[in-house]
Nanobody, 127 residues
Framework: QVQLVESGGGLVQAGGSLRLSCAAS????????MAWFRQAPGKEREFVAA????????FVADSVRGRFTISRDNAKNTVLLQMNTLKPEDTAVYYC????????????????????WGQGTQVTVPS
């Protein structure tokens, strides 16, 4: 099993930056594809970014491409989401997720394909 705990959320002005961290437990952390999803009030959970278990491939949603960067440090069991040039539209609860896939280069933008979730951290970007 993998337990995930997000941190780093908060309030930041538009145009600012914020770094989210996801601390994971479990010796098999390196075998999981890690991803970030977000959910705004009244909206469904949406894919933000993912990094494959191998770390060799990264994927980001069109809405954050060029602004957000996902990375992982398997030695520290940590996944980061660096968020730059934040916009009010980025306001949401951000969730870290872990997914077990058959290939180290696999990922999914669908939340239902992930097995473990953190409790979320709030990111607020006022207008």
């Amino acid at each position: 099993q993998v337990q995930l705990v997000e941190s780093g959320g908060g309030l930041v002005q538009a145009g600012g930056s914020l770094r989210l961290s996801c601390a994971a437990s479990g010796r098999t952390f390196s075998r999981y594809c890690m991803a970030w999803f977000r959910q705004a009030p009244g909206k469904e959970r949406e894919f933000v970014a993912a990094i494959t278990a191998s770390g060799g491939m990264r994927f980001v949603a069109d809405s954050v491409r060029g602004r957000f960067t996902i990375s992982r440090d398997n030695a520290k069991n940590t996944v980061l989401l660096q968020m730059n040039t934040l916009k009010p539209e980025d306001t949401a609860v951000y969730y870290c997720a872990a997914g077990a896939f058959n290939s180290g280069n696999s990922y999914s933008p669908r939340s239902e394909n992930y097995d473990y979730w953190g409790q979320g951290t709030q990111v607020t970007v006022p207008s």
